[in-house]
Nanobody, 124 residues
Framework: QVQLVESGGGLVQAGGSLRLSCVAS????????MAWFRQAPGKEREFVAA???????YYADSVKGRFTISRDNAKNTVYLQMNSLKPEDTAVYYC??????????????????WGQGTQVTVSS
């Protein structure tokens, strides 16, 4: 059973930056697809960004140009660098992972493993 542990959330002013980390453990094989999703109060969980094992990245339009996803396969860690944060980025951010090379990386139903979430709050 893969365990995902996120860190790096917090309170930041609009225009500021945060870097989220997610460490994977207890996995048997290489984790091919890793992603970040977020859920704001009263809203459904939405896709933020994803990265394949060899580094191909995908972004939601709302974060493109502001957020950068990356991974260190040797450390089993995925990162989300968030710059130019806006109040509408406020949400609980979840790390997701799957052993498979997913066809639809933006679909939360495709991922088998999830972290517990980390809160990101952006004040105006």
């Amino acid at each position: 059973q893969v365990q995902l542990v996120e860190s790096g959330g917090g309170l930041v002013q609009a225009g500021g930056s945060l870097r989220l980390s997610c460490v994977a453990s207890r996995h048997t094989f290489a984790i091919y697809t890793m992603a970040w999703f977020r859920q704001a109060p009263g809203k459904e969980r939405e896709f933020v960004a994803a990265i394949r094992y060899k580094g191909t990245t995908y972004y939601a339009d709302s974060v493109k140009g502001r957020f950068t996803i990356s991974r260190d396969n040797a450390k089993n860690t995925v990162y989300l660098q968030m710059n130019s944060l806006k109040p509408e980025d406020t949400a609980v951010y979840y790390c997701a992972a799957d052993y498979r090379n997913l066809d639809f990386v933006s679909s939360d139903g495709a991922y088998n493993y999830w972290g517990q979430g980390t809160q990101v709050t952006v004040s105006s």
